[in-house]
């Protein structure tokens, strides 16, 4: 590997979750001439929102035989796990998100990468790359920058009044530990969600000890699906020449089941063409997946680990976990707590607890997450939302287009901006592939753009040189 004084240009890799530090593992791995620098305030490296979980009860939605941080080695993280936390496990097993967290960060620690331990608040263009202003005040200058800054907490709700949030009837952020202090165990809660976070949720307020009725509200009234063995498809469900449309995919899907296929194998097939049938779909199929489909497939894609899903079965059978289907109206400060409201088919329904908590999970529409960085970006035109408004425009590679249409030489992301674009990116098979895609795509850029200043310090040597060697032959 090159040290850092034979590089010959700066990559910088703004947040240090999974996205960004699979990126600069690779990077290195791949010798890239240039110096790699990964901001971010945290001070471990791979953790993220996700993996940085206190709990052992939240596990990967994926088994350990099929998230290796490493395409080319599927067995890395089963080989690690084995190693370093169970000693029993096995390519099934759905290990703690935590212990995956402390795998992806022995990655950053076995590479010569630089941590700056800041966030970046500004950003300036010049011609050879940009300046990144850090909140520290300093700047760092780079000639090429990578997005990667994950997820972000949740958009606001309607109807949440400001007595609700200043009593702390109703909280935001699920995965701040204030969320869950000063809780009586046996306290009323409810949250507004019931996908993979409103499940971590439930999981974490039994962890410490509460026993009151959870009640979880969402428009569909359904949590994730669980997983289970089957038998795999060879090939896609869906065959590439479906006609690109909502309908023609879901006959082709229900017909394969009809045929007797196990549904999660059929899902599963779609894996490696996921994104190319969704990218098929013109704008108007896409925004009607979204409008009628999109939480049928999150249901039935990211599903919980059988051991979950068995404590959310028994929950729900002894009445300790409540279902129901509605939209949040409002929620208002009382006495006890907090008065929800829900709009529902039959009508408006009210109910009471104690506290309220935002499962809804992470917000898309990154013009009003509260990013300093994201916001100026926007403002300068340097970076537009994808077509359906959320996450970032960007090229298959991950390249960002700006408000003009002009694809960035500078500036990439991957991870969960990609959804600006694609249908799937915030899980590990889809990261880690970006991740080693984008490495290779910017060591070759590093080497073209060394290789051009080799040549223009070369030719401005000869221009130099030319006078004086005219001056030895008179």
Known sequence: MKTRDAVTGTIAIIGGGVSGTLTAYHLLRQNADARVIVIDPRPKLGLGLAYSTPSLRHLLNVPAGKISALPDEPEHFLNWLRLNHDAEAQPTTFAPRAVFGRYIHSLAEGVDLNQVLASVVGYRANKT???????????????????????????????????????????????????????????????????????????????????????????????????????????????????????????????????????????????????????????????????????????????????????????????????????????????????????????????????????????????????????????????????????????????????CGNVSERMFNLGPGRLGSLLESIAVPEIRQQAVQLAELLSERVREVSALDRLATSDVLRRQAEPRMGAVLA
Request: glycine share 10%; net charge neutral; hydrophobic share 45%.
């Open 129 to 403: 790359g940009a300046i990144l202003r850090l909140d520290t005040g300093r700047e760092v200058s780079a000639d090429v920058v990578v997005l990667a800054t994950g997820n972000f907490e949740p958009a606001a709700l309607p109807g949440i009044s400001e007595e609700a949030i200043e009593t702390g009837a109703y909280w935001h952020n699920a995965w701040a530990p204030e969320t869950y202090g000063n809780l009586n165990p046996d306290a009323p809660v409810a949250l507004i969600g019931t996908g993979l976070t409103g499940v971590d949720v439930v999981l974490r307020l039994r962890e410490l000890g509460h026993r009151g009725i959870i009640t979880a509200i969402s428009r569909h009234g359904v949590f994730p699906n669980r997983h289970a063995d089957y038998e795999s498809l060879d090939e896609s469900a869906i065959p590439a020449a479906t006609p690109a449309t909502c309908v023609a995919y879901l006959r082709t899907v229900h017909a394969a089941i009809r045929n007797g296929a196990d549904w999660r194998a059929v899902i599963d097939s779609l894996r490696s063409t996921t994104n190319e049938l969704w990218l098929a779909l013109p704008l108007r199929e896409q925004k009607r997946f979204r409008r009628h489909l999109q939480r049928r497939w999150d249901v039935v894609r990211h599903r919980m680990a059988p051991s979950i899903a068995d404590t959310i079965d028994a929950e729900l059978k002894a009445g300790t976990l409540v279902l129901r289907e509605g939209h949040l109206a409002a929620i208002d400060a009382i006495d006890i707590g907090a008065s929800v409201v829900i709009r529902t088919h039959a009508g408006t329904e009210s109910f009471t607890a104690a506290r309220v908590i935002n499962c809804t999970g992470p917000s898309m529409n990154y013009r009003r997450v509260g990013s300093p960085l994201l916001d100026r970006l926007f403002k300068q035109g340097l970076i537009s939302p994808g077509p359906l408004g959320g996450g970032f425009l960007c090229a298959g590679n991950g390249a960002m287009i700006d408000a």
